[in-house]
């Protein structure tokens, strides 16, 4: 489910939530399904309970995710709205976009550097 590579540049927590985050957003991980215990999941993965903790928060804050008690931590179904905001943003960008005169790759690039820039 989730690796890190510990020659990477990208801190553990971030390599745990963006991996999350990717899984939910291309519904690898459907809405409702069970994380593992921040507890557990650090033994997995040989990390600090702190460093999935803090992962997990990111992704909370997010609103990809939910704690629910003793119940245990789900994908939340604001992850699905999450996409379609930002699928919506996208149609509504393409459309300035052509209105504009933009080529696709224009458009693309400046999307990519938004994205770097965050």
Do not use: W
Request: aromatic fraction near 4%; glycine fraction near 6%; charged fraction near 20%.
């Amino acid at each position: 489910m989730i690796t890190i590579d510990p020659s990477s540049s990208v801190a553990p927590f971030e390599q745990v939530r963006s991996q999350f985050a990717r899984q939910i957003t291309d519904r690898a991980l459907p809405v409702g399904a069970k994380l593992p215990t921040v507890r557990a999941l650090a033994v997995e993965l040989g990390l600090a309970a702190n460093t999935v903790a803090k992962a997990y928060r990111e992704l909370e804050e997010a609103g990809l995710i939910e704690t629910r008690g003793r119940a245990g931590t789900f994908v939340s179904a604001a992850g699905q709205q999450s996409r379609i905001v930002i699928q919506r943003a996208a149609r509504d960008y393409a459309s300035q976009a052509r209105a504009l005169g933009l080529s696709a790759d224009e458009a693309l690039s400046i999307v990519k550097a938004a994205l770097s820039a965050t």
